[in-house]
């Protein structure tokens, strides 16, 4: 039985092919940038989908522009609860200038779906609507419940998404969460590392010279200080024996999938100066200064070691302050050797001859959100090819391929006892 099912199911996607690139099509047309993260035009090409085919969902929305869509069903025996998720908001434009297709007009040609989010990742939240449909019309034969979100303001670590659902939606927790993002086909993440966001802030300070109102500029005390913060590059790490192993395996396919060097940065605290601003007039010394730190926590490391050392650097510097913007996040992980894993492997392997590999990530996702209550999660999909960059796209072929690969995993784990 289970293989017919499977063959029935691997049919469904290839009738359906045309549906489904005409569907991300329209997808990408629903602009939806986050900021400012009005995903109400997305949403809707959700929900369409889902009445069309008379599949129950609601709607839960704490923020007015920023709905989020749930729907679930029980399958015909008892079984475990999987959760699948997707965001429906996407990076704002970085630049109108250097693209070849039109950002919102879902192009398709050259065998490409073109346009802002297409990557990342309005193709894979397509890809698990369109599979809760078809496991909906053989539920029976299936065991345990099904549940897809589809949720807003995920590209800027938002609280009306899912952060706001695991916190006030206990329903969806589940047993496991199967996440649809963006990556490499021929990986499957199963953790990622933690940002830590700080605000620096710096004032001019009486200049070394000691003469009366001689000021040092702020500008110039920030570099310093951005310069002796690079030592948190520095600080120890003991990574986890299972991800330390996960690295070590996958380091050629994570240099390759992210850039050379990658591997390595996943075993180390990270900084990166993402905002800098500062005076007022090129001939008068800065009276302030700002900047804003993203700082990543590498696998079985808290923050506790990147405050103590920054508050031994700003001893040294006394105009000089911090507030920490965010700081809620853990770099959790999920077991590399868990039942969803071997499923991707081996449907994987089957649909498309790849061989898939379990490996941390660089990039956030909103998997992290069910790790933090001890749910195991994974993400799963597409190439991220041009993510937030001009032509952002995704290549059809490699994507129905990663359709089939979650239609087949998520499959198997309703159908394993």
């Known amino acids: 039985m289970f293989e017919k099912d499977k063959e029935f199911l691997l049919d469904q996607v290839d009738r ?49 522009e920023m709905p989020n869509v749930i729907a679930s069903f029980d399958c015909g025996a008892p079984g475990r609860h999987l959760v699948l998720n997707g965001h429906m908001d ?33 193709q894979g939240t397509t890809s698990i609507l369109f599979a809760y449909a078809y496991l909906h019309a053989m539920r029976e034969r299936l065991k345990g419940k099904l549940t897809l979100t589809a949720v807003s303001d995920e590209e800027t670590f938002g609280p009306w998404g899912a952060r706001y659902l695991m916190e006030h939606c206990p329903e969806i927790h589940g047993d496991c969460c199967f996440n649809a993002e963006p990556g490499a086909p021929t990986t499957v993440r199963i953790g990622e590392k933690a940002p830590l966001w700080i605000t620096f802030t710096v004032r001019a300070a009486d200049a070394a010279s000691g003469r009366a109102g001689e000021k040092e500029s702020a500008v110039k005390i920030a570099s310093r200080l951005i310069g002796d913060l690079e030592r948190i590059a520095e600080l120890d790490v003991q990574l986890p024996p299972r991800v330390a192993e996960a690295i070590e395996t996958g380091s050629e396919e994570i240099d390759r999938v992210h850039l050379r060097g990658a591997a390595e940065i996943m075993g180390k605290f990270t900084l990166n100066i993402g905002m800098f601003e500062g005076g007022s007039r090129a001939d008068m010394p800065a009276e302030t200064c700002r900047f804003e730190a993203d700082i990543r926590l590498p696998f079985g490391m808290t923050k506790q070691p990147v405050f103590d050392l920054i508050g031994n650097i700003l001893k040294d510097y006394p105009t000089a302050s911090m507030e920490v913007v965010m700081d809620d996040a853990t770099p959790d992980w999920s077991d590399p050797d868990h039942e ?20 941390p ?27 937030a960059m001009p032509n952002e796209h995704v290549d059809i072929e490699e994507w129905i391929s990663v359709v089939k690969t979650h239609l087949l995993t998520i499959y198997d784990y309703l159908s394993a006892d």
């Not at 329209?26 to 900021?35: C, D, L, Q, T």
């Not at 693209?99 to 879902?106: N, Q, R, S, T, V």
């Not at 991707?344 to 490996?359: E, F, M, T």
């Open 16 to 64: 359906d092919r045309d549906l489904l690139v005409h569907f991300l099509s329209r997808f990408v047309r629903a602009r939806s940038p986050n900021p400012p993260g009005d995903t109400r035009e997305a949403a809707a090409c959700v929900t369409d989908f889902l009445k069309e085919r008379g599949l129950d969902f609601r709607i839960v929305s704490p923020h007015p």
């Open 90 to 122: 996407v990076f704002p434009l970085p630049r109108l200038d250097g693209w070849a297709h039109d950002p919102w007009g879902g192009e398709v040609s050259e065998g490409k779906v073109w346009g802002a989010g297409s990557c990342d990742m309005k």
């Open 340 to 359: 969803i894993v071997r499923y991707v492997q081996r449907n994987a392997k089957a649909v498309a001859g790849r061989d898939v590999l379990p490996i």
């Open 361 to 387: 990530s660089l990039a956030g996702t909103d998997a992290r959100l069910w790790r933090y209550v001890g749910i195991p999660a994974y993400s799963y999909g597409t190439t991220a090819t041009n993510v």
